[in-house]
C-alpha cells in the first residue's frame, strides 16, 4: 500500500510550481517518505532565498504543515538528511533546526552539497506516519 | 488506518560513542521506529577518548563501521541486519 | 523477532556492479516492508561495461536498468517510494528531469535531488527504497 500525500498547501507542490517530477511526500509500511523541502512559500509557492537560520526556519514550518497534513508531526520525524551548501555554516544550522526538534530528536546526517536553485539549506526527512 | 509505529531514542552502550550528547548537538544518535533503525551520520570517533581520530581513511572507516556495529548492537540489532 | 532481511540477486548479473567492479555492496536488499536499491549509474545491460553518455541518455539506462532489477525482485518502478538523485551538476537538472518523467507517469515517488561530486565518470547516479 503505497499513498501519496498531496500539498496541503499550493505553494507547496512544487511539481505544479517548478516541473519537478515528484509527489510532496509519501506513506507505505508506516512511514512517510518526503521530498527534499526548501524555502518556499507555503501559499504563493515563491522562492525565498535568505539565511540559513531563515531557509530553515521556512522549511521546518512546511515540513509541520505537510506531516500534520498526512497524520505525522515534526516529532514523529525519524531520520533527516540535512544538506547544506557549505559546512562553514553548520553552527547556524544547529541553532535554529533545534528549535524546531528539541526533544528526542531524528537520527541525522549533514551533507555538503549542491542544492536546487542556489538554496543554502535542504532537508531531506522520513517521518513515521 | 493501519496503527502508528512506535518511535524510541537510541544510545550507544559506550557513552563515549555519543556524539549527539558529547558535543550537543540537535539529533539522536538512533531511532527505532516499528522494526526498523535509523542511525544518524557515525564517523570515526575514537572509543575511549570521544575524540575523531583523523588517521588514514582506511582506518577512518575501519573505526566508523565498529562505530556503527556498536551502536546496532546497543539496539539489540546486530551488524548483518543493516539494509542500507 | 528480527525482521526479514534478505540480499536478493539481480536476475540479470551484468548490472550487478558489486560482482563486475568487485565492490562491497548488494545492489538491493529487501528489508521488512521494503526494498532498498543501491545507487545506480549507467550500465549497459548486455555486457556490464560503464555506459558514458549525455545527462539524459545516462538517465534513461539508469532507470530503465532499475525498473528491470526491481521487477526481477518482485517490484516496479510503481512501487517506488523514495528516489534520490544524484548529479554531477545541478545545472543539468533538466536534463535529467525530463527523461525522468518518463518513466513515472503518474503518482511519482518522493525525490531529493543534489549535486555532488560522483566517481567513475558518471554524470547521474539513482537509488531509491520501493515496497516490495
Not at chain 2, 493501519?2 to 550537543?24: F, G, M, Q, Y
Amino acid at each position: 500500500m503505497r499513498d501519496v500525500i498531496s500539498a496541503p498547501a499550493s505553494g507547496l507542490d512544487l511539481g505544479r510550481e517548478y516541473g519537478h517530477h515528484q509527489s510532496p511526500a509519501i506513506r507505505a509500511g508506516g512511514l512517510i517518505f518526503c521530498s527534499g523541502m526548501v524555502a518556499v512559500n507555503p501559499e504563493t509557492g515563491e522562492r525565498e532565498h535568505g539565511t540559513v537560520t531563515s531557509e530553515a526556519r521556512r522549511i521546518f514550518e512546511n515540513l509541520k504543515l505537510l506531516l500534520e497534513s498526512a497524520g505525522s508531526s515534526l516529532d514523529r520525524i525519524v531520520q533527516v538528511h540535512a544538506m547544506i551548501y557549505d559546512r562553514i555554516e553548520y553552527d547556524v544550522l544547529n541553532r535554529i533546526y533545534r528549535q524546531y526538534v528539541p526533544d528526542a530528536p531524528p537520527a541525522r546526517t549533514v551533507m555538503s552539497v549542491q542544492i536546487e536553485a542556489g538554496f543554502k539549506i535542504m532537508l531531506d526527512v522520513i517521518a513515521a506516519a | 488506518m493501519t496503527d502508528r509505529l512506535p518511535r524510541s531514542v537510541i544510545e550507544p552502550k559506550n557513552p563515549k560513542l555519543n556524539v549527539s550528547r558529547n558535543a550537543n548537538l540537535p539529533h539522536s544518535p538512533g531511532i527505532r521506529v516499528g522494526d526498523y533503525i535509523f542511525l544518524s551520520g557515525m564517523g570515526p570517533v575514537d572509543p575511549v577518548t570521544g575524540r575523531r581520530n583523523l588517521g588514514p581513511i582506511a582506518e577512518q572507516i575501519r573505526q566508523t563501521l565498529r562505530n556503527m556495529a556498536h551502536m546496532l548492537e546497543s539496539a539489540g540489532s546486530g551488524s548483518t541486519a543493516s539494509s542500507k | 523477532m528480527t525482521l526479514f532481511r534478505q540480499v536478493i540477486e539481480p536476475g540479470n548479473p551484468a548490472v550487478d556492479p558489486s560482482r563486475k567492479f568487485n565492490l562491497p555492496l548488494s545492489p538491493a536488499v529487501r528489508g521488512g516492508d521494503f526494498v532498498f536499491l543501491s545507487a545506480m549509474a549507467a550500465i549497459d545491460p548486455a555486457t556490464g561495461e560503464r555506459a558514458h553518455g549525455t545527462m539524459a541518455a545516462e538517465t534513461r539506462q539508469i532507470l530503465t536498468n532499475m525498473g528491470a532489477l526491481l521487477e526481477a525482485v518482485g517490484s516496479s518502478l510503481a512501487n517506488v517510494v523514495k528516489v534520490n538523485v544524484l548529479i554531477y551538476s545541478m545545472l543539468e537538472y533538466e536534463n535529467m528531469n525530463a527523461v525522468y518523467r518518463e518513466f513515472f507517469p503518474t503518482d511519482p515517488p518522493a525525490r531529493t535531488v543534489c549535486g555532488v561530486k560522483l566517481i567513475g565518470g558518471h554524470k547521474v547516479e539513482i537509488e531509491c527504497v520501493a515496497l516490495a
